[in-house]
């Protein structure tokens, strides 16, 4: 990679050459730009605003870069001279008042900005999570073994975590394929990432639009095992099937737990974000725990959490003792929520809500893909 100041670049001008930011915190380059895609005015103007005053080409597309340069000084037109980026860079940005929230770090606003400018392959998005889940394990030890600044720093964290999560469930894809993809693509995704993730593509197939529900959806995901610290180390070591009718009882603390980490740190949360986590293990027939809610007495919200901390537990083998697949967790949720002889964990409403949408797409992936494959077939045979 090398880098090109942006007072080089034309904001409007699809140049024949991808683009990247580098974030420093986790030391990636996000793409911004495909080849031939601008970067368009309003992104050029936040980029500048925020001191991100170059950015950065793949050493490969070198000759290619310096043939765009020749184009541009010969039309005499570049959308910014230096002195303009200067300007831009030193105009203030906006005051927020008191009733509007805090602007977001850097790195969660602009990784929120630019993933959503490209299709990111399955791949591609695991390897952003992976990172994330580094990220995301440094805050939460911050939040829960260091003093009161070094907390609200990590808590402040957290949120932006939930935003650059959101903006990779959000990609434009199919969701039952995407889920798959992701959960059998990196080993390395911590679970709570991984929930997150999950809880917000859960949210959106079910029709969830607004942001910030989604987003305290998502925290509400990335905060639910938090209380897992205060949890006996002993206790976490052996396998959940193996636990005494007590060390099950000290596990189960962990929920309240969770909760009370959070009202103690003094962060603002939504109420919402506290019922999630205070109900992600209740279970819809009552069989949950800690207080053995049932029915229209759960909030949506925490169904979804739980549909999602299910799946990856489920993959996990922690919920059986045998790890599934994807494809497998999706099943055996979907049996069990429809089968009036088992336990249920969570309304068979939402979960028909949920993987009738998810099954909506995927059969339409499906139908296209044997059309583009009945396309390839006939081509290479009508060439031959």
Known sequence: MFPVPISRLKAEDGA????FLFFKNNNRFIPIRLPGDPIGQKKFELFVAKQHLELWVPNNFQEIFQTYLQYVERSGTPVQT??????LAAAPTG?????????KSETAELVADTLTDTE???????EVLSAVSQDL???????TTRGQDARADGLKRCKEIADEILTVAAQNSNIYDEILSLRNSQEDIEHSVLVGTMAAMFGMAIGYTDEQLLADLTVGAIFHDIGLVRVKPEVMAKHELKWTPAERKEYERHVDASVEILKDSGAE?????????AEHHENYDGSGFPKGLKGDALDETSALLHI??????????KQTGT????????DYIHETAGDPNLPRQVQPEIVQRVFQFMLTEKNSADEMRQDANTRARNAIKNNF
């Open 16 to 19: 024949p050459f991808p683009l």
């Open 82 to 87: 230096a002195a303009q980026v200067e300007a």
């Open 95 to 103: 005051a927020t008042s008191a009733e509007e929230p805090p602007e």
């Open 120 to 126: 990111l392959t399955s791949e591609e998005k695991a």
């Open 137 to 143: 394990m440094r805050a939460l030890n911050q939040i």
């Open 269 to 277: 949360f939504h109420p919402r974000v506290f019922r999630m986590i």
């Open 308 to 317: 999602a901390n299910v799946f990856d537990r489920l993959c996990t083998g």
């Open 323 to 330: 790890e599934l697949s994807p494809s497998e967790a999706f």
